[in-house]
C-alpha cells in the first residue's frame, strides 16, 4: 500500500528543486562573459523567433489541410525562418561590435587605469556608440590621475625625511666590511649586501643570493638550523653564536655568526623570530681578494609574510614571481628548434629585483638560420662560446625555484625547457602564468594581445633595441605582469589557481597563428 505522505512530499520538495536549479543557472551565466551574454539573448530571441513561425505555420496549415498548402507552408517557412535568421545574425553582429566589444573595451582600460595607475587617455572612437559613456568616462579617469598625483606628491613631501633616513641607512649597511643576511623563521632570505654576494656566488649566477630564496640554497643548512634552535632556546636577541658554514658555490669555508632579531624587526606576537647572519672569511682559508658592489637589497615586509605550500591557493600578493623569455632557432621545437638566448627576472613582494637576473646566451648545436638571426640578431659567433641548453635549463631551475613561472605565450617557451627535462633530470612543473591570457581576461579576446599591442595599451617601455631580444621582452612582460595583477584582483581573482581557472577560458587565443608574440 503506497503510504498517503509521500504526494505531499514530492510537493514539498519541488520548490527547493526549482530554486536550486535557478541558483545553478544564475552562477552559469555570472561565468559567461558580457558578449557571451548578450550571443544567448540574441540565439533566445532567434529561437523565439522561430517557434512563433512555426506555430503560425502550423496553424495556417491546420485550417487548410492539403498537400498543396503544405507546400506552400514549407516553402513560405524556410523563406520567413531564413530571413529571420539573417535579421538576427546581422543584429547580433552589429551590436556586438559597436556596443558590446566596446563595453568590454571600456571595462578592460577603465579597470586598467584605475588599478594599474596608467595615464594615458581613453579613446573615445572604440566607444563612439555608446553615446556619452566613453567622454564621461575619460572625465573621471583624469579626475582620479590628477586627485592620484596630488595625493602622491603630499605623501612624497611627509615622508621625505624616512626617505633620506633610509637611503643613508641602506648605504652604511652597503658599506659594513662583512657580508649580512637577515632571514625570516622559515629561513627565507630578507635582506643581504654586497659583500655577501661577493663571499657566496658570482653576482652573474643563479645562485648568487636572492630575496625570498632558502639562505640554504648558499650555506650549509646543519649548522645553521641548530645554531637557530639553540637560539631560541634561549630566546634572547642578545645571544649569538659562531659557527664555520661552506659556501655552496665557492666551496670557501666562512666563519658565521648568528643572532635573532629584536625589536621592529622582531617577529610579531605568537611568531618566530628571524635571524641575522654576519659573514667573515675563515681565517684558515685562502687569501681571496673580494671587490664587493656597494649593494643592500632587502624587503623587511618578508619577515611577517606566512608561507603557504600550497601555492594554487596562495594570494597573488604573497607569491615570488620569475618572469622569463627565450629566443630560439625557430618556431617549432618538436621539430629540432633550439634556445640560443635564455632571460628571467625576479618578482618579489610587487618588485621586480633589479640585482637579481638571469641573462645568458645558449649554444644550440646546431646551425642558427639567416632568417632567425634577422629577428633577434643572434648570430652563431656569438654563441659558439656559450653553455649548453642542459646547464643553462639546470640554472634556470635553480633560479626558479619556489616561484611562479611568467611568459608572453608561455607554453611557446617552456615546450623548449620542457625537452630538456629528461636530460638534466629535473621537471619544470611550476605554476604558469601566460600574460597573453591574462591580458585576454582584462581586455576581452576581441583585442591584440601580442607583446607590442600590449606594452603599448600599458604605458610599459619596450624600446625598439630590446625587442626581441631575451631580457628587453623578459623585463617588459614583467612590467605588464605588475601592471596586470592590480586589475586581476580587482576583479576578485585572487589566487594562481583562479587565474589559471580563468586563463582556461581564453586558451584558444593561443592556437594557430594568434600574433601574439
Aim: glycine share 8%; proline share 4%; charged share 20%.
Amino acid at each position: 500500500m503506497t503510504p498517503c505522505f509521500l504526494p505531499h512530499a514530492r510537493t514539498r520538495f519541488l520548490p527547493d528543486i526549482m530554486k536550486q536549479g535557478c541558483t545553478s543557472l544564475h552562477a552559469l551565466l555570472q561565468r559567461l562573459s558580457l558578449r557571451q551574454r548578450i550571443f544567448l539573448l540574441f540565439a533566445g530571441l532567434a529561437a523565439g523567433a522561430a517557434l512563433a513561425l512555426m506555430i503560425s505555420l502550423y496553424y495556417g496549415y491546420a485550417r487548410d489541410p492539403g498537400p498543396a498548402t503544405l507546400n506552400a507552408v514549407l516553402t513560405g517557412g524556410v523563406i520567413a525562418g531564413s530571413l529571420i535568421l539573417g535579421l538576427v545574425v546581422a543584429l547580433w553582429r552589429l551590436f556586438d561590435e559597436n556596443v558590446a566589444k566596446p563595453l568590454d573595451r571600456l571595462a578592460g582600460d577603465l579597470r586598467a587605469r584605475t588599478h594599474a595607475h596608467m595615464t594615458s587617455e581613453l579613446e573615445d572612437t572604440q566607444a563612439r556608440h555608446l553615446g556619452d559613456l566613453a567622454p564621461a568616462a575619460t572625465a573621471l579617469i583624469k579626475h582620479l590621475g590628477e586627485a592620484r598625483n596630488e595625493l602622491a606628491e603630499t605623501v612624497a613631501r611627509e615622508t621625505a625625511w624616512q626617505v633620506t633616513e633610509n637611503e643613508r641607512l641602506a648605504t652604511l649597511l652597503a658599506d659594513v666590511p662583512v657580508g649580512v643576511i637577515m632571514c625570516t623563521a622559515e629561513h627565507q632570505v630578507a635582506l643581504y649586501n654586497g659583500q655577501a654576494i661577493s663571499l657566496l656566488g658570482d653576482a652573474q649566477a643563479a645562485n648568487a643570493p636572492g630575496l625570498d630564496r632558502l639562505v640554504f640554497n648558499y650555506l650549509d643548512e646543519q649548522p645553521i638550523r641548530q645554531a637557530y634552535e639553540q637560539l631560541l632556546q634561549h630566546n634572547r636577541s642578545d645571544t649569538e653564536i659562531d659557527i664555520v658554514c661552506t659556501a655552496r658555490h665557492t666551496l670557501r669555508p666562512l666563519r658565521v655568526r648568528i643572532r635573532l632579531l629584536s625589536g621592529a624587526l622582531a617577529a610579531s606576537h605568537g611568531k618566530k623570530p628571524g635571524y641575522v647572519l654576519a659573514l667573515h672569511e675563515h681565517g684558515h682559508a685562502p687569501p681571496h681578494l673580494l671587490t664587493p658592489a656597494r649593494t643592500i637589497v632587502y624587503d623587511f615586509g618578508l619577515l611577517n609574510k606566512g608561507r603557504n605550500a600550497d601555492m594554487a591557493n596562495t594570494a597573488l600578493d604573497d607569491l615570488t614571481y620569475v618572469v622569463f623569455d627565450t629566443e630560439t632557432t625557430g618556431l617549432l621545437p618538436s621539430s629540432g628548434d633550439e634556445i640560443v638566448q635564455l632571460a628571467a627576472v625576479r618578482i618579489v613582494n610587487g618588485r621586480l629585483m633589479e640585482n637579481e637576473v638571469l641573462n645568458t646566451l645558449v649554444n644550440p648545436a646546431m646551425a642558427i638560420p639567416t632568417a632567425s638571426t634577422r629577428i633577434h640578431g643572434i648570430s652563431d659567433a656569438m654563441v659558439a662560446d656559450a653553455p649548453a641548453i642542459e646547464q643553462v635549463a639546470r640554472r634556470f631551475h635553480k633560479f626558479a625555484q619556489g616561484a611562479v613561472l611568467v611568459a608572453h605565450n608561455a607554453s611557446f617557451d617552456l615546450a623548449f625547457l620542457q625537452r630538456t627535462e629528461a636530460r638534466i633530470g629535473l621537471c619544470f612543473d611550476h605554476p604558469v602564468l601566460d600574460t597573453v591570457l591574462l591580458s585576454a581576461i582584462v581586455f576581452g579576446q576581441s583585442e591584440n594581445h601580442g607583446l607590442d599591442a600590449l606594452a603599448a595599451r600599458l604605458g610599459v617601455d619596450l624600446p625598439g633595441h630590446a625587442r626581441h631580444t631575451a631580457i628587453g621582452d623578459a623585463v617588459a612582460t614583467a612590467d605588464i605582469l605588475l601592471k596586470l595583477l592590480p586589475v586581476l584582483k580587482a576583479r576578485g581573482l585572487q589566487t594562481v589557481g583562479a587565474l589559471q581557472t580563468e586563463m582556461q577560458r581564453h586558451s584558444r587565443l593561443l592556437s594557430g597563428k594568434n600574433g601574439v608574440r
